[in-house]
């Protein structure tokens, strides 16, 4: 499997500010998604990130919120722009199709939000 | 659209108890199924994974067969630890690769 790292692994930030998250893989992936967890709830997938060109959002998600990169296909990053109490969560960064399991997605560890 | 219904926790249990997770699915086509887990203060494992009918995921002793009859995935392990004390999570993907998940089963299991 990949292996992923995001940086940073968590933050406090005041409301207002925005915080960009780092997700390296160790590898060329096809596909990188940004999920976002909230406390105590599941995963929802927030965009998928297209190496080259401008992500691809989700109902409910828009670039002026999340604006995302995706340089190189070993790289990406999520903002979160004009941050609020209500954007505390957990963002994760995954990739896939990897290796033999061609559908299968590896997530990052995590980046942990909370927003004063 | 896609959607996962999951069975919901807390689920308390037993060491060597015997657990079962309830997954049914909502999907357009034939979509892979999985499952994850979040052990307490780690990130989001696959589990285990079925991609056709009648597949058999397995992994650490859980099982799940991917029945398209009845649109299940449900997970099963015959003699639980502590140390599968963990989150649990359904997910589907389709053609785009994309995850669904449930909304998660918390486990807990006691010595």
């Known amino acids: ?116 | 659209g896609n959607s996962v219904t999951q069975m919901e926790g807390p689920v308390t249990l037993s060491e060597e108890a015997f657990l079962t997770i309830n997954c049914t699915y909502t999907a357009t086509g034939y979509p892979s199924l999985f499952w994850y887990v979040q052990y307490p203060g780690e990130g989001l494992q696959l589990l285990l994974k079925a991609t056709k009918a009648d597949d058999k995921g397995s992994n650490k002793g859980f099982e799940a067969t991917y029945r398209k009859e009845t649109t299940s995935f449900h997970l099963e392990k015959g003699s639980v630890q502590v140390s599968d004390s963990a989150v649990y999570f359904c997910a589907l993907s389709s053609n785009d690769y994309k995850l669904s998940f449930g909304a998660g089963t918390t486990v807990t299991v006691r010595a």
């Open chain 1, 1 to 116: 499997s990949a292996v992923i790292s995001q940086k940073p692994s968590r933050d406090i930030c005041q409301r207002g500010t925005s915080l960009t998250i780092q997700c390296q893989v160790d590898s060329q992936v096809t596909m990188m998604f940004w999920y976002r967890q909230q406390p105590g709830q599941s995963l929802t997938l927030i965009a998928t990130a297209n190496q080259g060109s401008e992500a691809t959002y989700e109902s409910g998600f828009v670039i002026d919120k999340f604006p995302i990169s995706r340089p190189n296909l070993t790289f990406s990053t999520l903002t979160v722009s004009n941050m609020s109490p209500e954007d505390s969560s957990i963002y994760l960064c995954s990739v896939g199709p990897h290796g033999t399991g061609k559908d299968e997605q590896y997530f990052g560890p995590g980046t942990r939000l909370t927003v004063t």
